[in-house]
């Protein structure tokens, strides 16, 4: 009987709180938060509404209220499935009777064609970095891997370095990178010929900074900029 007359706000709480200790993200966690307290926002300011009493009208009605905001239909779009997550969780657990998303339709969002750079323009962007200290090589390297392994930002920043082969992230000997990706999974990525030249580069020089011990892949000229 706890469990029905439990708050909506209290078992979002409890819902959040799992999901961050099943590992997910923090960027996961956050964007999860917004899309509650925005929920919340709408149809239970004052934080009292029972969890059993949400119903699929209430999510209509935020859906209402996000467009009412001119909200970009993409970021709507992102919101609404962070929110389906929780929403889910929830019935998992019983909090809800049911998931009042289940039989809702997703927000449409076009997604824009992105252009690519020819290569004419990506000479122009690549080419000074080939002859600048550290950061150059640096950067060089860090495109080539965003560009040519689909690395996240997050994923990239957190790679290491060193001589042991165990503890770094990558081996150029068996061309393979391992990065921990969203939920804490390690994937391992196969390194190009082009992307193992540019990063032995990179090795060369990240070899004769001072800050070479740090276990951080990626430095720079000071200690504050070893975090990209």
């Known amino acids: ?30 964007a999860m938060r917004d899309a509650v307290d925005t929920f ?10 029972r969890a059993s009493d949400v119903t699929p009208a209430h999510v209509v009605r935020w859906i209402e209220a996000m467009r009412a905001r001119s909200l970009a239909p993409a970021t709507l779009l992102v919101r609404y499935r962070y929110l389906a997550v929780v929403m889910r969780g ?3 657990v019983g909090a809800l ?6 039989d809702l339709r997703a927000p449409r969002a076009r997604v824009p064609l ?3 750079p020819d290569d004419e323009a990506l000479e122009r962007l690549l080419n000074p970095l080939r002859y600048q200290d550290l950061n150059g090589p640096r950067d060089l390297a860090i495109i080539w891997f965003l560009s040519a392994a689909g690395l996240r930002r997050a ?21 393979r990178a391992r990065v921990l990706g969203k939920g ?15 990063l032995r580069s990179y090795l060369e020089v990240r070899a004769g900074s001072i800050h070479a011990g740090l276990p951080a892949l990626w430095l720079g000229q000071d200690r504050k900029s070893t975090r990209l």
């Open 1 to 30: 009987m706890a469990r029905v007359a439990q708050r909506f706000a209290d078992a979002c709480e409890e819902e959040l709180g799992r999901r961050a200790i099943e590992g997910l993200s923090k960027h996961s966690i956050r």
């Open 40 to 49: 919340m926002e709408v149809v239970d300011p004052s934080r009292s509404m």
């Open 90 to 92: 929830l019935a998992a």
């Open 97 to 102: 009777a049911e998931n009042p998303m289940r």
């Open 114 to 116: 992105i252009s690519f």
């Open 155 to 175: 994923e990239l920043v957190g790679m290491r370095w060193s001589s042991d082969p165990t503890v770094s992230d990558l081996d150029v000997g068996t061309a």
């Open 184 to 198: 804490r999974r390690e994937r391992q990525i196969p390194l190009m010929a082009g992307m193992l030249t540019v």
